[in-house]
């Protein structure tokens, strides 16, 4: 891992009194699964950024996609039958 994911990464905590220890952003009360929904739902990275201006940056959004990826690097996906 190089030193960007390292400080990137570190952006990343937990803390077990904010929603249940669940990864947040730099302490606040904005956990990473929130924001990765909101990737999903369509909106970019500069979207968020607007809408929690003077809360999130754009590293703060790079740190949550490269957590997800980093969670399921050696993982599998496996599909359920319809």
Not at 7 to 27: D, Q, S
Request: contains cysteine; hydrophobic residues 45%.
């Amino acid at each position: 891992m190089d030193m960007d994911e390292r400080a990137l990464l570190e952006r990343i905590t937990a803390n077990p009194e904010i929603y249940g220890g669940k990864p947040i952003i730099r302490g606040r009360r904005l956990a990473v699964e929130h924001v990765l929904g909101m990737i999903v739902g369509g909106a970019s990275p500069q979207q968020i950024v607007d809408h929690y201006e003077g809360v999130l940056d754009l590293d703060d959004i790079r740190a949550c996609v490269l957590y997800a990826q980093k969670l399921v690097q050696n993982g599998k996906l496996v599909a359920t039958a319809k």
